[in-house]
């Protein structure tokens, strides 16, 4: 019903429009009483499918990607799909609106979008004061820096982000990766990275320390378009600062082999979905390789079908994550997933 329907419709109008659009029919859904009619579709629920993760247990393997739910308006709602986790964020300290619109963009032929957002946020407190609520799901904690803050004085942002989200999020994100935040990718070089990470984990042990309880996993997202010598260097970075994972990978700023329009393929901005598809698949393998599964990697990227999903986990990825994939091939996504999963023995 989704890909003959549902789809079509919605793809007749702006991108942006339509997302904002589904967030409040599906809220209107909910506050009718209406979300376990998603459960009951969608949801699968089988020890066999749990997951444990640098210290927590997941109902299942596949989550939702930052940058859906940014302002973790719809995160419970957003359960009831059939994610074992889910991501909110990219939040940073203060709102910011974001890179002027149109910013983003479908790429049909290829099952592709390009996004130049901005992180476009209503600022970490916001967010702070809807995770009061009790939550149906693991939530991340994707963080950033404002786009007016320099490099310089990036670590105090993500500081601020993560003082804010700890007693509301179950694991964090260190987002250096998104290609749209003028600069940010040089915070993924190895001595900014490194300072940055063991501020943060610094932070982690004070606060666990303050407040009697267990630290939070923190997790780097990288993007796909680093060099075999930056991966190697990230090996070293998670090992010297002693994160608990990564995330592969952010969108890319490739384009290569797009059949779509080539004034929309022109557009600045990050690639995700299908395209990407290979590229994330060979960064997972390259660190789980290099690193003797040193680590655990969430694998997103370009995950379209259970066969994507299962290719990502083959490589050495513990969980993975849909964004374009669930746009795309609609919630039943995850549920195959899950039930490929379950049909490989798990």
């Known amino acids: 019903m989704y890909k003959a329907i549902i789809r079509p419709l919605l793809f007749l109008f702006d991108p942006e429009k339509v997302h904002y659009f589904s967030f409040r029919a599906i809220k209107l859904i909910s506050q009718l009483g209406l979300s376990s009619l998603f459960r009951k579709i969608y949801a699968i629920e089988d020890v066999r499918l749990e997951r444990e993760v640098f210290g927590l247990k997941f109902k299942n393997p596949v989550g939702l990607a930052a940058g859906f739910d940014k302002n973790a308006v719809l995160y419970n709602e957003l359960a009831d799909f059939g994610f074992g ?41 916001a967010a702070v004061e ?42 964090f994100v260190v987002n250096v990766s998104s290609p749209n935040t003028p600069g940010l990718r040089e915070l993924q070089e190895k001595a900014p990275l490194t300072a940055l990470l063991k501020s943060l984990k610094q932070e982690n042990t004070d606060l666990a320390l303050k407040k009697g309880n267990k630290t ?25 600062t002693n994160i608990e994972g990564v995330i592969a990978t952010n969108t890319t700023i490739e384009r290569k082999k797009l059949a779509s329009d080539p004034l929309v393929v022109k557009e600045t901005g990050g690639l995700s979905g299908k395209p990407l598809k ?69």
Not at 107 to 119: E, P, Q
Not at 136 to 158: C, F, H, R, S, W
């Open 130 to 171: 809807r995770l009061k609520k009790e939550h149906a799901v693991l939530i991340g904690g994707n963080i950033g820096k404002n786009k007016v803050t320099p490099n310089e004085e990036a670590v105090q942002d993500y500081l601020i982000c993560f003082r804010a989200l700890y007693d509301h999020v179950d694991y």
């Open 216 to 240: 939070r996993p923190i997790l780097l997202k990288i993007a796909p378009d680093l060099t075999n010598e930056q991966l190697l260097d990230i090996i070293d970075i998670v090992k010297e």
């Open 278 to 346: 290979e590229r994330s698949t060979e960064v997972i393998r390259f660190l789980a390789e290099k690193s003797n599964n040193s680590f655990p990697i969430i694998g997103v990227g370009g995950i379209h079908s259970a066969a994507d999903a299962l290719e990502k986990l083959e490589a050495g990825a513990s969980l993975v994550q849909l964004w374009t994939g669930f746009v795309y091939e609609g919630p039943a996504l995850v549920k195959k997933i899950n039930k490929s999963l379950l049909a490989k023995g798990s």
């Open 85 to 125: 986790f889910v991501e909110i964020g990219t939040l940073t300290p203060k709102s910011q609106a974001g890179n002027p619109k149109k910013r983003l963009f479908r790429l049909k032929a290829d099952k592709a979008i390009i996004n130049r957002m901005g992180f476009n946020n209503e600022g970490v407190l």
